[in-house]
Each structure stands twice: as structure tokens, then as C-alpha cells.
């Protein structure tokens, strides 16, 4: 589990500076150059042309440093996401597979819960760490300690429970980049609306140029913000129901394959 911890660390950190990387190389080879293209060529035309309405370009859109900063921080949100995401589809593979190898109309009686964990206990050691064998095999190892089937229930709930809260706190760097993006947004607007304040004398005298351009950093900066966050938060609910639905569907599998087998011997019973 450590070890896990360890390398989802790594891979986020190298995902950020992949992220920083290819989006700043795509600004300076592609966006700031065809901006600073349109924007000069809208500033002729409006000059030769005092009724010429500039079309939008999704170029001068993107163009500023903070929407640039969004977008960085969005591709990130979705590498965690999209790693995140294949873990839960690698565990949902198990739900798939008969661990216990159980035939129909057998018992489990608990001499034979160390027996029946062996085939989970000698899964590879990454599927070992997923919830579905963990579940198994503390409800096996509890059924053969204490004899109780209501005991084995109770620790299989108990480690669904467990690790739905471990993946809904290891979501927070996720919801804290959701957040972030729309708060950049804001301080883009900020930022385009001071702008725009400190060059109103030049708008007094007939050049709007200025102020214009200004203003579009405001309102297109909230915008990009705006539309990523979007994005991610429809991402990261989805991604939250992959997971829930593995932990319910791994404590349907343990009822359907493990529970409704287990049977306790009428002595132990009276005892």
C-alpha cells in the first residue's frame, strides 16, 4: 500500500511537469503568435475602420496566462483522473473471475477457510492489493478465527467502508484543482478590469484599443475557467461513481460468492 502511495506521488509529480511542458510549447509555437497576428491585424482594420466589429478568435481567447495556467492544471485533473480511473476498471476486471472457485451446493465450513484462501493469496502482488481480495481474504481469515458469519459480514462492510473513504480522500488534490481554476479565472477578470480602469483616458480620446483588449483578457479568462472546470467537475462525479459502484458491487460479489457458502456446524452453533 505504501509502495502504491509512493508511485501514484511520482506519477502526478512527472504528470505536472509533462503537462507544463507540452501546453506552454503548443502557446509559444502556436497560440501567442497567431494572437498577436489577429490582434494586430484587428487594430488596422478598426483604425481604417471606425465600424469594424472584430470576430472571435479562439486564439485571442486562449491567449493570456491565466487561461494558459487553466488549461495546465485541467490536463493534470484528467492524467490523475484517467490513472485513477484505470485502477477502479483493474479491479472491476476481478468481479469478473470466480476466486474462491466454489461449486454450487458446497459448504465453507471454517477448517476450510485457510484452504479457500489460497487460490486469492496466490493472485499476483498488485491484484493482492485490490479491495475485492482483501475483502475475501479478511472475511475468510475472520470466519476460521471466530466461527461467526455475522462476523465475517461485519468485516467485509468494514473494509468496503475503508476504502471508500481512503478514495474519496485521495480525490482532494482533484476537487482542490476544481476549485483553483475557477479562482484563477477570477483573478485573470480582476487583472483585465485594472487594465482596462488605467487606460480609460485613453478611451476618452477616441482610442478604445486598449481598454478592449483589456476587457477581453477579463471576460475570456472567466470564460476558459469557466468551461474547464465544467469539464473536470463532469470527469471527476463520473470517476466518484466508478468507485462507489466498486465498493457495492465488491460487497455484492463477497454476499454472492463467499457469505452465502459459509456455514457453521451445528455444535459450534449450540456452543
Same mark, same amino acid.
Not at 481474504?137 to 462476523?151: E, K, N, P, V, Y
Not at 468496503?160 to 476537487?175: A, H, N, P, V, Y
Not at 469539464?231 to 457469505?259: A, E, G, K, S
Given at each position: ?138 472475511? $475468510? ?90 469539464? $473536470? ?5 463520473? $470517476?466518484?461513481? $466508478? ?29
Amino acid at each position: 500500500m505504501k509502495q502504491n502511495y509512493l508511485s501514484e506521488v511520482i506519477y502526478q509529480v512527472f504528470a505536472l511537469i509533462i503537462c507544463v511542458i507540452v501546453v506552454h510549447t503548443v502557446y509559444v509555437a502556436m497560440i501567442l503568435p497567431n494572437a498577436a497576428f489577429i490582434l494586430e491585424q484587428q487594430a488596422v482594420m478598426q483604425a481604417a475602420d471606425s465600424t469594424y466589429v472584430a470576430e472571435r478568435s479562439m486564439y485571442v481567447i486562449l491567449k493570456d496566462m491565466e487561461q494558459e495556467t487553466c488549461i495546465i492544471l485541467m490536463f493534470w485533473a484528467l492524467a490523475i483522473i484517467g490513472m485513477k480511473t484505470r485502477r477502479v476498471l483493474q479491479e472491476r476486471a476481478l468481479l469478473d473471475r470466480e476466486l474462491l472457485q466454489v461449486s454450487e451446493g458446497t459448504s465453507i465450513l471454517p477448517e476450510d477457510a485457510r484452504q479457500y484462501a489460497r487460490p486469492v493469496q496466490a493472485l499476483p502482488d498488485e491484484e493482492r492489493g485490490f479491495l475485492l481480495p482483501r475483502a475475501v481474504l479478511a472475511g $475468510l481469515h475472520r470466519f476460521g478465527s471466530t466461527r461467526s458469519i455475522q462476523d465475517v459480514s461485519t468485516t467485509v462492510k468494514d473494509i468496503c467502508t475503508g476504502e471508500s473513504d481512503r478514495m474519496e480522500s485521495e480525490l482532494s488534490i482533484i476537487r482542490y484543482i476544481a476549485w483553483a481554476i475557477p479562482s484563477i479565472g477570477f483573478i485573470g477578470t480582476v487583472r483585465g478590469i485594472g487594465a482596462a480602469l488605467s487606460q480609460a483616458h485613453q478611451a476618452v480620446t477616441g482610442d478604445i484599443m486598449g481598454v478592449t483588449i483589456s476587457l477581453g483578457v477579463a471576460f475570456n479568462s472567466t470564460f476558459v475557467a469557466l468551461v474547464t472546470s465544467m469539464l $473536470l467537475m463532469f470527469l471527476l462525479h463520473q $470517476l466518484l461513481l $466508478l468507485q462507489d459502484r466498486l465498493v457495492l458491487d465488491t460487497q455484492t460479489y463477497c454476499d454472492d460468492h463467499m457469505l452465502r457458502y459459509l456455514q457453521v456446524p451445528d455444535k459450534d452453533t449450540l456452543a
